[in-house]
């Protein structure tokens, strides 16, 4: 008898080839599933794969050949339907897939205990695979990026924060503006004190920097009659602004020390 066309166990008429070829196509999904997932996309007829591979098995276990042929369609649909993946703009879930896992494991072990029996088997290991490939899109789905404010967040009533998060240091070249938070802050622009102007903050290399890492320093090109700045940072949603004022450079002689 061909070695791989034996039985794997006396309850579980599944041969070799069929086993492997299973688990082959559930190692494939997986993959999808990693790679669909870094892209923002998720499943939706590509789910269609679990009940598939279990027509396959139980196609075997019941000798239901017209069962195969149905699940190997629902394979074939899950893979090339038009829109087996959706893209979202939301990570998936992690706590049903989770929850999956247990159940499937928890069922898997004691199934495995017990008498064996092929049917509950087939069902521990198909939430055993839904649960993994959950948890797979869940990981490997792009971590949101923060939006910058832009320049509605001069006009969204930002608020000044109780302890600074900016700090100016002035030069012949300008402002230098450095973070001296302890996180990341993300720039929306800037205007010289009572300049109705909206500019983009650039780098000492006169790119446009969006973000500042804490202790990173950008430079604001003031002119010697600016007598301060204002800079818009943080999230879209809740701007919050900047203030530093100064006697002009032009005007340095008419400062009065009290």
């Known amino acids: 008898m061909n070695p791989l066309l034996f039985p794997l166990e006396p309850l579980y008429p599944v041969s070799g080839v069929l086993a492997l070829s299973i688990a082959l196509i559930a190692a494939y999904w997986l993959l999808r599933i990693g790679r669909e997932a870094r892209r923002r996309f ?15 098995l139980a196609a ?13 369609a629902v394979l074939l649909l899950a893979e090339f339907w038009p829109g087996a993946y959706r893209r979202t703009a939301d990570r998936p879930p992690f706590a049903w897939p989770a929850v999956g896992v247990v159940i499937g494991g928890a ?19 198909l ?23 832009g320049f ?6 930002p608020v000044v924060p109780e302890w600074p998060e900016l700090n100016v240091t002035l030069s012949e070249r300008g402002a230098h503006l450095k973070n001296v938070s302890r996180g990341k802050l993300l720039l929306a622009g800037w205007s010289p004190a009572g300049v109705n102007a909206w500019y983009r903050v650039r ?24 007598s301060g700045i204002r800079v818009w940072y943080g999230a879209a949603e809740a701007p919050r602004v900047f203030r530093a004022d100064w006697t002009p450079a032009a005007r340095a002689a008419e400062r009065v020390l009290n």
């Open 127 to 149: 939430l055993v695979l839904a649960g993994g490939a959950g948890l797979l899109a869940s990981a490997l789905y792009p971590r949101p990026v923060p939006a910058a404010p």
């Open 203 to 226: 780098g000492e290399d006169g790119q446009v920097v969006s973000e500042l890492r804490a202790g990173q320093e950008a430079l604001l090109p003031v002119s010697a009659w600016d």
């Open 152 to 157: 509605l967040a001069r006009w969204n009533t």
């Open 60 to 72: 075997a276990i019941l000798d239901i050949p017209a069962l195969f042929g149905v699940g190997a």
């Open 42 to 56: 998720v499943p939706t007829v590509a789910w269609w794969t679990l009940p598939g591979l279990g027509m396959l």
């Open 107 to 125: 069922l898997l072990l004691s199934v495995l205990r017990a008498e064996p029996q092929p049917l509950p088997l087939v069902l521990a290991l």
